[in-house]
């Protein structure tokens, strides 16, 4: 069994838009496990959203193994927050190529590209 992610962020948003928490148990197991066991280091579009423990999923993740070619990457939006999902995944071989936000800032992303990727697959 995972670890339990307790994210105070996602709850203190859950808690300012009055919202009914809704909590759920998953089992969980690290992205290298599950691409190892599938054969399958290579990764062409990876979506990351686990309200609010993005950065601790990425830390996880062996980049000099996987090489996954584009990411896009949910944030809470607090300032500065996509600053240190910016600064782990650029020193990583990344560029962040873009954010966006809905207009109530309900969803934010940002989109990281492999340095040197010229051509979508």
Known sequence: ??????????????????MKPDEVSVQCFPLYSLLLAMNQLEVDFFSLDVEGDELRVLQTIPFD???IKMMTIEYIHTVGKE???KNF?????????????????????IIVRKKGLKHWP
Not at 1 to 18: C, L, P, Q
């Open 1 to 18: 069994m995972g670890r339990i992610v307790d994210n105070s962020e996602a709850k203190a948003w859950v808690v300012a838009n009055r």
């Open 65 to 67: 193994k996987v090489d």
């Open 83 to 85: 600053r240190g999902l």
């Open 89 to 109: 995944v650029e020193p990583k071989g990344y560029d962040s190529i873009l954010q966006m936000s809905r207009w109530d800032w309900g969803v934010n992303d």
